[in-house]
T-cell receptor, first 114, second 113 residues
Framework: NAGVTQTPKFQVLKTGQSMTLQCAQD?????MYWYRQDPGMGLRLIYY???????DKGEVPNGYNVSRLNKREFSLRLESAAPSQTSVYFC?????????????FGQGTRLTVV | GNSVTQMEGPVTLSEEAFLTINCTYT??????LFWYVQYPGEGLQLLLK?????DKGSNKGFEATYRKETTSFHLEKGSVQVSDSAVYFC????????????FGTGTSLTVIP
């Protein structure tokens, strides 16, 4: 049981390049999330998807787009990368619909924009 | 709104010392509360949770009690080990659409032999 799988694990981009971070979960969860983690800032929600077919902005959505491809997959796209997007990105999933279910996290993608 | 405030780090303790990491929250509605742990280079893992007032979550010697009157969920461990060195995040979730999670900024713990 793999849980939440993110690819790639590491990536270096040049300013202005685009890329897509992939995330898949095998727990049949309804809700999926993208966070970024920066020193001293904790985890900040970029986008989330409450259920298949829906997506909503989180705290820091600017510069990002997402696609909930199906129930398993939730991708994050950077259309034109900027140095301010250098961060560690985490995908997470949860059963959703209940406040007492926890989130499960992937291993993270460490992105550097130069 | 919803937010979590946890004590600033880093925290350095000697092995077998007592650990407390403070966490307070504000929430609309009735939240569930969580502690997550992140080891170097890894994602976050659930350490423990509590879903209603006065509940105590516990795991691996760690404990935290949901205190609604003080809006707190402090993490404690009676005797820390070197292997407990990690970053600890307090979090809450609400019953809003999508079950959003709100995280504190994290507290780095280093345990020295």
């Amino acid at each position: 049981n793999a849980g939440v799988t993110q690819t790639p694990k590491f990536q270096v981009l040049k300013t202005g390049q685009s890329m897509t971070l992939q995330c898949a979960q095998d727990m049949n969860h309804n809700s999926m999330y993208w966070y970024r983690q920066d020193p001293g800032m904790g985890l900040r929600l970029i986008y989330y998807s409450a259920s298949e077919g829906t997506t909503d902005k989180g705290e820091v959505p600017n510069g990002y787009n997402v696609s909930r491809l199906n129930k398993r997959e939730f991708s994050l796209r950077l259309e034109s990368a900027a140095p301010s997007q250098t961060s560690v990105y985490f995908c997470a999933s949860s059963d959703g619909g209940h406040r007492y279910t926890e989130a499960f996290f992937g291993q993270g993608t460490r992105l550097t924009v130069v | 709104g919803n937010s979590v405030t946890q004590m600033e780090g880093p925290v350095t303790l000697s092995e077998e010392a007592f650990l407390t990491i403070n966490c307070t929250y504000t929430a609309t509605g009735y939240p569930s509360l969580f502690w997550y742990v992140q080891y170097p280079g890894e994602g976050l893992q659930l350490l423990l949770k509590a879903t209603k007032a006065d509940d105590k979550g516990s795991n691996k010697g760690f404990e935290a009690t949901y205190r609604k009157e003080t809006t707190s969920f402090h993490l404690e461990k009676g005797s820390v080990q070197v292997s407990d060195s990690a970053v600890y995040f307090c979090a809450l979730s609400t019953s809003t659409t999508g079950n959003q999670f709100y995280f504190g900024t994290g507290t780095s713990l280093t345990v020295i032999p």
